[in-house]
């Protein structure tokens, strides 16, 4: 099992940054991928950014591409997520996710359905 721990949300000014936090714990692993999402009310989770543990490497949405960076610590198994920038539409709910799965093409990062362990969610929210 693997357990999530998201921190770092709270109430931001438009322009203004926040970093989450993610804390894995619960098992050692060494190649796996976690995931960051945001999901509105009523609305599909939509993917933001992924990094993969090995081999590092990192994927990012579009519309957060310049804006978001992932960032891990290997020692703290801990992935970041560093906001930049941030607009009022960006005011919503963000989730942490993980992936025990082999690395195919990298492709599969950017799926919710890629991934099985999820944290509780933190809220983000930006004021105008």
């Known amino acids: 099992q693997v357990q999530l721990v998201e921190s770092g949300g709270g109430l931001v000014q438009a322009g203004g940054s926040l970093r989450l936090s993610c804390a894995a714990s619960?098992?050692?692993?060494?190649?796996?991928?976690m995931g960051w999402f945001r999901q509105a009310p009523g609305k599909e989770r939509e993917f933001l950014a992924a990094?993969?543990?090995?081999?590092?490497?990192?994927y990012y949405a579009e519309s957060v591409k310049g804006r978001f960076t992932i960032s891990r610590d290997s020692a703290k198994n801990t992935v970041y997520l560093q906001m930049n920038g941030l607009k009022p539409e960006d005011t919503v709910v963000y989730y942490c996710?993980?992936?025990?799965?082999?690395?195919?093409?990298?492709?599969?990062?950017?799926?919710?359905?890629?991934?099985?362990?999820w944290g509780q969610g933190t809220q983000v929210t930006v004021s105008s």
């Open positions: 990094i993969r543990w090995g081999p590092m490497s990192t």
């Open positions: 619960g098992r050692a692993f060494s190649n796996y991928a």
């Open positions: 996710a993980a992936s025990l799965r082999p690395h195919r093409s990298g492709g599969e990062y950017y799926t919710a359905t890629w991934y099985y362990y």
